[in-house]
């Protein structure tokens, strides 16, 4: 079996209802190509816009590796084990490319970092579960912490540190939706964006920890 690629005309009307509504813009069927996925998109891009020797500059991809080393690190101290982890991600890659990764520690995708660190773990527990977690104070107080190192990690190994909105103030939420909720308007916990401000300036103020090698 190979897949099915059929497009149904509604896929078609839907993007172009989108565009219109949102920016005006009214996008002709016949301009639409389907694609099963990013990856192949862009292959298909670079082989239709592009000619033999050009340049082409691509963003380098959220990077997951970098937040499973740190989250297990932060939750088991198994310092070997994480300094073995981060040295074996950045043989993988020349300098250039570790210095542009995309390190974060949570997205979309992942539970938030701070029931990530201090809640019990959703281990594919349904919506129903989710949905009616809520951390204790004392797992707040035990999480703060654990979120500062998790952000010292991020902020000062190589790579670009990348903060999921909401971290930074300690919101709270596994998988979607409850990892999406609006940025709220009184911060749970204002230390933690200090905290976070303060990282900031230092690794601005820092140019080895920009362009500097890790050395165990």
Request: glycine letters at 8%; proline letters at 10%; charged letters at 20%.
């Amino acid at each position: 079996a190979y897949g099915y690629y059929k497009v149904p005309d509604r896929y078609h009307e839907a993007f172009i209802a989108w565009e219109k509504n949102y920016h005006g813009y009214e996008v002709q069927k016949e301009c639409i190509r389907f694609a099963p996925g990013v990856v192949p998109a862009i292959n298909w891009l670079v082989q239709v816009m592009t000619q033999p020797g050009d340049g082409i500059g691509v963003m380098t991809p959220v990077y997951y590796p970098f937040m499973n080393a740190v989250l297990s690190f932060v939750r088991k101290g198994d310092g070997k084990a994480f300094t073995e982890q981060v040295m074996t991600l950045l043989e993988h890659y020349p300098a250039p490319a570790v210095h542009t990764l995309m390190n974060h520690l949570g997205t979309h995708d992942t539970p938030r970092l701070m029931p990530a660190l201090a809640g019990e773990p959703a281990a594919g527990r349904d919506r129903n579960w989710q949905a009616a977690q809520s951390l204790t104070k004392e797992q707040r107080e035990l999480g703060k912490p654990l979120v500062k190192l998790a952000c010292v990690l991020s902020y000062t190994l190589p790579g670009v540190p990348c903060v999921y909105y909401g971290d930074e103030v300690g919101m709270e939420g596994y998988t979607d939706p409850f990892n999406r909720a609006p940025f709220p308007q009184k911060a749970p916990s204002p230390s933690l964006l200090s905290f976070y401000k303060k990282m900031g300036k230092i690794r601005t103020a820092c140019p080895v920890l920009q362009q500097g090698a890790m050395i165990p």
